[in-house]
Each structure stands twice: as structure tokens, then as C-alpha cells.
């Protein structure tokens, strides 16, 4: 399978597709909680989970106080869009 346009929303991509992208960034699967992916950067660490409406990123101790950092991104968003949110960190 080869990825859409980097334009298109992510609601357009199968699942397969969205794993193999999350994959191809550097992030790891949870083997018990298959939604969960996790990513590590030599500069911050994330949790990244694929819930029903939006992809959900958990930032682990990137605030100044050291708490996590919540993101969310709809689907409706284009792969570009998120990828360049998500990945480029807190």
C-alpha cells in the first residue's frame, strides 16, 4: 500500500496506512493496547494514541514544570499537517 497525497485528511487513510506512517516517523506500537504508539526523540518523548475522533499526543514531561503537554488533531486534518505538528515536539 502506498500512502495518499501528504494533503489528504487522515479520515482518508486506511488504518493500515496510519500504522505504516506512524512506523516510518519512529514510533513503536504497544503490544497490549494496539491504539497506543509510543516515540522517542533525543529531546522529548510522546505518547500518541488513535481514539475514534482525533489522534491524541501526550507530550511525557515536556512542560517547564515538568507535567505532560495534551495535544489533540481531528482526522479531518491533511497527514502533512499533523505530521508536522506531532512531530516536531512539544
Known amino acids: ?17 496510519i500504522e505504516n506512517w506512524l ?10 493496547n494496539l491504539h497506543y504508539w509510543h516515540i522517542e526523540r533525543p529531546n ?4 500518541i494514541c488513535l481514539e ?13 514544570s515538568g507535567e505532560d503537554i495534551k495535544r489533540s488533531f481531528k482526522y479531518s486534518l491533511s497527514r502533512e499537517d499533523v505530521q508536522a505538528a506531532v512531530f516536531s515536539g512539544p
Request: proline share 11%; aromatic share 6%; net charge negative.
Open 44 to 47: 522529548w518523548s510522546a505518547e
Open 23 to 32: 512506523k516510518d516517523n519512529g514510533c513503536t506500537q504497544d503490544p497490549e
Open 1 to 17: 500500500m502506498t500512502l495518499p497525497s501528504a494533503e489528504t485528511p487522515l479520515y482518508n487513510h486506511p488504518l493500515p496506512e
Open 52 to 64: 475514534v475522533e482525533e489522534i491524541s499526543v501526550r507530550y511525557l514531561k515536556a512542560s517547564q
